[in-house]
């Protein structure tokens, strides 16, 4: 059977996929203009009708806009004419502030919050701040600090105020290349002037609510009581322009939609909605020659180097075929009104070392009638038509567990539980300033996708198979898989293999910078060795349990068993998982990270290689392969009748074995735009990227070492200008 569209080459189809890339690369607009509609931050972009399209609420937006800007101005100004001078006042130390400093949750109330910058101000009556005492607390959350009594009672002191602070930005200076911190106030604690008697003060216990694990979820989450007003931390002004700049034509597509869908659902179709979106990579290369996506070469080549980038396992009896395992719903719940099928899929590496499909199992439900989970269809390119509907169903299933599995999972949630362990306990320890620009803002997009994503109401429960606790009990067991331990990239196939092998040459690159870093700071890392362990230890006792390893097996039949024996095998290839490494036990579960240090003083033989090895993982997983993922979004689930996440039952017995032009069992025009609005969100809106290092909070070394690699990258299709330097979209 011919792999290609009919009269068509290889040659013909690569020439197109370039052309079509260049014209539908996302290239961000200029600045919004200054009466132009805009978005206000991140977290008000809305799945549902957004507030861009009346103009009573543009109204109230320019208001809440101009009270914003007042109260911004307002501060400016108080700040220039009462600066926080870094300078102390007073100098006899003669009388002390103590206390101890401890998170606030019921169950580590006792946990102290060490190495946390502490300072002591007084306000006098006409407003000026003044600096009396500064200071960290120690090992064990103790606050002591000194100042002057004399200069205390004062009379022009009206009131006094102990704060903590922390460490909002690090960015490297654009003159001298060196770190550089901007501190914020996280808690303020006002002390009574008439308190302060000479005999020392004793604040008590200072609970401090921060960084806090919530208890809600089984996954390492962090609390965010308010994502504008009360959040652990906040974005970037350059995230919040860029978001305000590049997304507000999506989200008046997707009004205009909504709108019309609701008044004249007979005038809008798939199609026109497909066609008032920014033309992706499928539709401008269907539009040139048709048929050219769809294709057998295609399929494999964007199965190996696509938004899947699915791992290729050799047939135990065949080893030059090879298996790509995609599994669906698997136990988790699902709403009954979309397929998610398991599909194996079968492949030749051909001469040119792409991968060409032979064949498709798919196992599961795919019509509303017959509920068999195990039953089994294969089919080859003999079958025509059902070859067809195969691949497409193949496609569907591999973009759902992409976008749960992979990105949402392995690279959103496994970043977040890095930066909550390093928030919550390294401060003097220089891994911060290493790790901190790479790990900041995860916590946030992430709560965002808690509501327009996963959440209640949001497009993956609404859109696809998996409802809210479906998605929240796969996404726990799929990062049950991730450890930074003995962490390799994907072994190459193939020369072909453009993924796998620009991974490989992205963790060198991360390799060679952080061993750069480790030997520029390496007495500085083991002299705060407590705040490793301490980090270490938040790590993996908020970690998952390790993979499948709380479900019962012997209650498995065995179709199950054969499922999960064959899903473990394959998920631990994929996450390149050690299974030999011995696992922690906390709190009764077999915990999934490793730990990098057990002793709170020094490090022992090999656990500075430990460290080392954790930072690497986790820069790689917040920078490269979140990119990866992200940025292919667009490119894979940028055309609804070309590749969606789920597709409907429907009535017939055929169920999801349709033609493309039966459009009944794709996602209906709701979701159809939703997913257009959210496939240009998560592609269109990236910010943050390391070698334009926008925030000069990238270490230079980093950049250097990307930009030199520029061509071999581009060999691979590789941007390196656009590999994101933190999971912030
Ligand atoms: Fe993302």
Redesign the pocket.
């Known amino acids: 059977m011919p792999i290609y569209p009919p009269g068509k080459t290889q040659k013909d189809i690569d020439d197109l996929y370039k052309r079509a890339y260049a014209e539908t690369k996302i290239i961000y607009p200029k600045k919004a203009k200054v009466f132009s509609a805009r978005l206000r931050n991140l977290n008000s972009i809305t799945l549902h009708k957004g507030n861009l399209s009346k103009f009573s609420v543009g109204i109230m937006d320019f208001f809440i806009d101009l009270y914003t800007w007042i109260k911004n101005s307002y501060k400016k100004i108080i700040r220039k004419i009462y600066p926080r001078k870094d300078l102390i006042y007073g100098t006899k130390k003669d009388t002390y502030i103590t206390g101890k400093l401890t998170f606030s949750k019921k169950e580590n109330r006792t946990a102290a919050i060490h190495n946390m910058e502490i300072e002591l101000w007084a306000r006098t009556w006409l407003g000026q701040w003044r600096k009396m005492a500064k200071g960290l607390t120690d090992k064990n959350g103790k606050i002591m600090m000194k100042f002057d009594f004399y200069e205390s009672k004062k009379i022009k002191y009206r009131s006094f105020h102990f704060e903590v602070h922390q460490t909002e930005h690090i960015f490297f200076d654009p003159n001298t290349g060196n770190p550089r911190e901007k501190v914020s106030v996280f808690g303020s604690f006002k002390i009574r002037k008439s308190d302060l008697t000479g005999l020392g003060y004793n604040l008590g216990t200072i609970q401090l609510f921060y960084w806090e694990y919530r208890k809600d979820v089984p996954i390492p989450r962090v609390v965010i009581k308010d994502h504008n007003q009360d959040a652990p931390e906040y974005y970037s002004e350059g995230r919040n322009q860029a978001i305000a700049e590049q997304f507000v034509q999506i989200e008046l597509i997707k009004d205009k939609h909504l709108i019309k869908i609701k008044a004249e659902p007979e005038k809008i179709s798939i199609q026109s909605i497909q066609a008032d979106y920014p033309k992706n990579l499928t539709v401008a290369m269907e539009e040139k020659i048709p048929y050219s996506t769809r294709c057998d070469y295609w399929f494999g080549r964007r199965m190996m180097n696509g938004m899947s980038c699915a791992t290729f396992i050799p047939d135990s009896n065949e080893p030059e075929k090879y298996w790509v395992r995609i599994f669906g719903s698997c136990d988790y719940e699902v709403n009954g009104q979309y397929a998610f099928p398991t599909t194996y899929g079968q492949f030749i590496i051909a001469e040119n070392g792409l991968p060409i499909p032979i064949k498709i199992k798919i196992i599961g439900q795919t019509n509303a009638i017959d509920k068999n989970p195990f039953q089994e269809k294969t089919f080859t390119p003999e079958d025509g038509e059902k070859w067809e509907q195969a691949k497409r169903i193949m496609r569907v299933t591999s973009a759902l567990s992409s976008e749960v599995d992979d ?1 949402f999972a392995g ?2 949630l496994n970043t977040e539980q890095y930066s909550i362990a390093v928030r919550r306990n390294v401060r003097l320890n220089p891994i911060a300033q290493l790790l901190i620009p790479h790990l900041k803002e995860v916590a946030l ?1 992430n709560h965002t996708a808690d509501t327009n994503l996963i959440g209640n109401g949001g497009y993956i429960p609404s859109a696809s198979a998996l409802t809210v606790d479906g998605i929240i009990e796969r996404s726990k067991d799929a990062l049950g898989v991730h450890d930074w331990k003995n962490w390799k990239p994907m072994k190459p196939i193939s020369d072909q293999h453009t993924f796998a092998i620009a991974s490989n040459l992205f963790w060198d690159i991360v390799d060679e910078f952080v061993t750069f870093f480790f030997n520029e700071n390496k007495a500085e890392i083991e002299k705060h060795w407590y705040e490793i362990y301490c980090m270490s230890n938040d790590l993996v006792r908020n970690s998952v349990p390790l993979f499948l390893s709380e479900k019962d097996k012997s209650k498995w039949c065995e179709n199950e068993r054969e499922l999960n024996e064959k899903r473990i095998a394959y998920n631990h290839e994929r996450s390149c998982f050690d299974l030999s490494l011995p696992r922690e036990k906390y709190n009764g579960k077999i915990r999934c990270i490793s730990p990098i240090t057990k002793n709170p003083s020094k490090p022992e033989d090999g656990e500075m290689e430990s460290l080392k090895d954790m930072c690497k993982y986790a820069i790689m997983t917040a920078t490269f392969l ?1 990119t990866y993922v ?1 940025e292919h979004q667009y490119e894979d689930i940028g055309e609804v009748l070309y590749c969606n996440l789920g597709l409907r039952y429907g009535e017939k017995k055929e169920g999801i074995f349709q033609p493309e032009s039966d459009h009944s069992i794709f996602p209906d025009l709701t979701r159809s735009t939703q997913m257009m609005w959210f496939s240009n969100l ?1 592609s269109r809106t990236e910010y943050g990227f390391i070698t334009r290092n926008e925030g000069h909070d990238i270490h230079p070394r980093f950049s250097e070492l990307l930009l030199a690699k520029k061509e071999e990258f581009a060999k691979l299709n590789v941007d390196v200008e656009c590999i994101e330097s933190r ?1 912030n ?1």
Do not use: D, M, Q, Y
């Open positions: 990105h690279t959103h997009i979140h992200n998560l999971t979209i």
